[in-house]
């Protein structure tokens, strides 16, 4: 069984930055790819909106949206991905979820979720 969880969630003005983790924990799982979701106010989850990835080779992803100002990265070691977000906006306030797929077409563990909100 493998578990996520996130954290580094919080309130922050515009203009400010967060830095949120995903610590994987669980005995004999693979690291195939790990990606961080968010679910705005209001959505559904079928309606998370994918915001940035990377795989076990270290290639990385990201929403236009968030480009040049959220940052994925990962300590191999520990098992944890962090999610570097800068610039925030109003328009980032979400749940922010990660997930873990273990194989390239395995169903994805996911977290619990944390919470952002961008408010002056």
């Known amino acids: 069984q493998v578990q996520l969880v996130e954290s580094g969630g919080g309130l922050v003005q515009p203009g400010g930055s967060l830095r949120l983790s995903c610590a994987a924990s669980?005995?004999?799982?693979?690291?195939?790819?790990m990606g961080w979701y968010r679910q705005a106010p209001g959505k559904q989850r079928e309606q998370r909106e994918l915001v940035a990835t990377i795989t076990s080779g270290g290639s990385t992803n990201y929403a236009d949206s968030v480009k040049a100002r959220f940052t994925v990265s990962r300590e191999n070691a520990k098992n944890t991905v962090f999610l570097q977000m800068n610039n925030l906006k109003p328009e980032d306030t979400a749940i922010y979820y990660c997930?873990?797929?273990?194989?390239?077409?395995?169903?994805?563990?996911w977290g619990q979720g944390t919470q952002v909100t961008v408010s002056s």
């Open positions: 669980g005995s004999g799982f693979t690291f195939y790819a």
């Open positions: 997930n873990l797929y273990t194989s390239r077409y395995g169903i994805p563990y």
